[in-house]
DNA sequence: TCGGTTTTCTGACTAAGGTCAGAGAATGTC
DNA sequence: GACATTCTCTGACCTTAGTCAGAAAACCGA
């Protein structure tokens, strides 16, 4: 990678987040403290399950127990288990709390305006479309796509959606029960296996490898969330499905999709995928592909 | 301010700042404190005096004091006092010094590559950009103009290189004492006023206004330094110095350039100012502007 | 030479942020 | 019913970061 690239990015770390990262601790902690105060915005208006945030914030059991009971002495917040699971406990504003949080709000906005009032009203869209494109690009580095059991609530979450995307754009519906299938064992090892993509810890999606001894793999329920499309993720994805294609033995791959996933169809003709005369017969597809793996 | 505009902000703040300020400082405070690691890096190869220090990270002289102790202790660093004020001291990186920054540097560069490493050469490409303009217009926004005395060390640096800019570019060399002049008294209230443009406390740019009475009001030294050009700076500039011009009573504001700072002309041209016949003698100036003020 | 200023250092102190080990209650599993 | 696991809490402890007041030395201007 060149220099002036990994240089720009250096720069970039040390001015922008260092500068704006104290100017936003510094507006935020100015009445408690850093943590606290996070911990307040992170709990939210509906309230939030310890274990999340203890995840979600990356904090010690011991560290998170306190800061809440210093925000339960403050009468900001009220902790109670929760109906199911006693053993769990959920944190949730109280009305003070939850002025609380509106006055960081106010802050977070206050140093949003007071970094945009010097500039003239074309710098100050020139300077959002940036950060636009910074936030998105530096989401899509962090996108992290794992092996992970087609049973785990996180690759059952991602196939429901993936359903419910092809029921809910298609006329005919979709049925994963009928047809070329992908069952939990088919895309198990050693049959096949069974990749999940996360952001900041959430599956944003998913896809499937179906290993065939002497015959093409298969490449099953590539889904890519809303909110995470436009990230070059599909590519990623589709790279890492095709390495597992071709490290389970197989020179070719096949994929079929539905006449719907246009964005799909797309993605699939740009990266060397060609499309060839059906080679099964699921009553979903509408068009079949191959591609040749190296 | 529209709320998507603010929204945005914040979210870059959050996202960006948080995600990646964290990161920074986790790279670089691997195996010491973070403080010791900046200022370790601030030093830098060639020493610094510690008021230098003090001032740039903004710390307590005890504080620093203790750091530098610390620092001392490790054998990373020696402080010496330095020729001429004996109350002054510098802290110099000893070879090991030199080596651990060298570290600390190498880490910077692995947090960079590993930001970008899982993009597409044309989303790198992308990023990159958007860093630069975020950067920038960071930067931009976080400029400050404050009127001076025009004998303060920042306005003395500011007109010393203006006067140098002007004699490199121009073929017939320029000479402040001459013609149309801008001396301290004469650009110090009452009688007129000197402000200087600072990005992160060093001064980057200046100007002047002479008030004159029932005439109109004189724009003078009107600099911005190379490396803080194409921030909108100059315009904020200018409107800063009409201001002041109309607060002291003036209708009408002039100012004469010399033909070799084309971007002064545009910049002159584009916010309202128009060419007129010479009014005085001055012997640098090729062109003469007049503007009404508002 | 004297008083004021600048620069650094030291000691005493504080808050914030965080780690670790273990206890205790609820729950799931065999 | 025994046992392991999950989740939270408590107490003890630590480092980092930072503040404040004052002392000591060097310097500066009159």
Redesign the interface.
């Known amino acids: 990678?060149s220099d002036a690239?990994?240089d720009?990015?250096?720069?970039?770390?040390?001015?922008?987040?260092?500068?704006?990262?104290a100017l936003?601790d510094h507006f935020l902690g100015r009445e408690r403290p850093l943590g606290e105060a996070r911990l307040l915005w992170e709990i939210g208006l509906d309230g939030c399950e310890l274990r999340v945030l203890r995840a979600r914030l990356g904090l010690d059991s011991g560290y998170l127990s306190r800061l809440l009971r210093s925000l339960e002495a403050a009468r900001l917040v009220k902790v109670a288990p929760v109906d199911g699971d006693q053993r769990v406990r959920v944190a949730r504003l109280t009305a003070a709390g939850r002025r609380e949080r509106a006055a960081l709000d106010e802050r977070?906005?206050e140093?949003?305006?007071s970094?945009?009032?010097?500039?003239?009203s074309n710098?100050?869209e020139?300077?959002?479309?940036?950060?636009?494109?910074?936030?998105r690009?530096?989401?899509?580095?962090?996108?992290q796509i794992t092996a992970v059991d087609p049973e785990h609530p996180d690759a059952q979450y991602c196939l429901a959606e993936y359903v419910a995307e092809l029921n809910c754009r298609s006329e005919r519906g979709f049925d994963p029960s009928v047809g070329a299938t992908a069952l939990p064992h088919e895309v198990r090892p050693p049959a096949g296996e069974f990749f999940v993509a996360y952001l900041h810890g959430e599956a944003v999606g998913c896809g499937a490898v179906k290993h065939r001894a002497d015959a093409p793999a298969e490449i099953k329920r590539m889904w890519i969330a809303p909110r995470a499309r436009g990230l070059?993720l599909g590519?990623?994805l589709m790279e890492r499905l095709e390495g597992c294609a071709l490290a389970g033995g197989a020179r070719v791959a096949h994929l079929e999709t539905s006449a719907v996933l246009v964005e799909a169809i797309a993605l699939y003709r740009s990266t060397g995928w060609v499309e060839v005369p059906a080679f099964n017969d699921e009553p979903f597809a509408d068009h079949w592909f191959e591609k040749a793996l190296t």
Chains 1, 2 share one sequence.
Not at 115 to 120: E, F, G, H, I, T
Not at 137 to 143: E, F, I, P
């Open positions: 990678m690239i990994v720009q990015v250096r720069r970039f770390n040390r001015i922008v987040t260092e500068r704006v990262g936003n977070s906005d140093l949003a305006q970094l945009l009032a010097p500039l003239s710098q100050r020139r300077l959002v479309a940036a950060m636009h494109d910074v936030e690009l530096l989401s899509a580095a962090s996108v070059g590519r990623r």
